[in-house]
Nanobody, 125 residues
């Protein structure tokens, strides 16, 4: 059983940056693909970014491509989401997730077995 704990959320202004962290415990972190998803009020959970078990492959939603960067440190059992040039539409609860890596399903929530509790990101205009 893998436990995931996100941190780093907060209230920022448009154009600012934030770095989210997701610390994993209870499993072999380096064997899992990791993803970030977000959910805004009244909307479905949507894919943000994902990285393979080694960090060698990464995928992004079109809405964040060029602004967000996912990375991982397997020695620290942690995955990060660096978010730059934040926009009000990035406001959401951000969740990290872990699962067996399948590059064809990186954007599908059901492809992930473990989820964190989420961290709130609010971007004011």
């Amino acid at each position: 059983q893998v436990q995931l704990v996100e941190s780093g959320g907060g209230l920022v202004q448009a154009g600012d940056s934030l770095r989210l962290s997701c610390a994993a415990s209870g499993g072999t972190f380096s064997s899992y693909g990791m993803g970030w998803f977000r959910q805004a009020p009244g909307k479905e959970r949507e894919f943000v970014a994902a990285t393979s078990w080694s960090g060698g492959s990464s995928y992004y939603a079109d809405s964040v491509k060029g602004r967000f960067t996912i990375s991982r440190d397997n020695a620290k059992n942690t995955v990060y989401l660096q978010m730059n040039s934040l926009k009000p539409e990035d406001t959401a609860v951000y969740y990290c997730a872990a699962g067996s890596w399948n590059r064809l399903r990186v954007g599908v929530p059901d492809a992930y077995d473990y989820w964190g509790q989420g961290t709130q990101v609010t971007v004011s205009s």
